[in-house]
């Protein structure tokens, strides 16, 4: 079992910066693919950004390439999604996500959310 606890959403303007960060329970975080998704009132939960236990594979969605970064800290169990440049269709709940195959995309630990609002 991987518990997952997501902090930093907030409030700001279009063109601001926030990162967000994910706590992990477990010892075994090193091995998880973590991603990071996110739902807009009315929309679908969408696909932000992921990457493997290591660092070494990252993938974005194209909607956040350029602006989104993801990173890992393993010592600390903990992910994180660096957002600059945000735009108001940024805005929703973001959900981190630990998944037992890079390959599968397969996510079977969630978090709670953290609310993300983007103002014009």
């Known amino acids: 079992q991987v518990q997952l606890v997501e902090s930093g959403g907030g409030l700001v303007q279009a063109g601001g910066s926030l990162r967000l960060s994910c706590a992990a329970s477990g010892r075994t975080f090193s091995r998880y693919t973590m991603g990071w998704f996110r739902q807009a009132p009315g929309k679908e939960r969408e696909f932000v950004s992921a990457?493997?236990?290591?660092?070494?594979?990252?993938r974005y969605a194209e909607s956040v390439k350029g602006r989104f970064t993801i990173a890992r800290d393993n010592a600390k169990n903990t992910v994180y999604l660096q957002m600059n440049s945000l735009k108001p269709e940024d805005t929703g709940v973001y959900y981190c996500a630990a998944g037992s195959s890079w390959f599968s995309q397969i996510y079977d630990f969630w978090g709670q959310g953290t609310q993300v609002t983007v103002s014009s």
């Open positions: 990457l493997n236990g290591s660092g070494g594979r990252i």
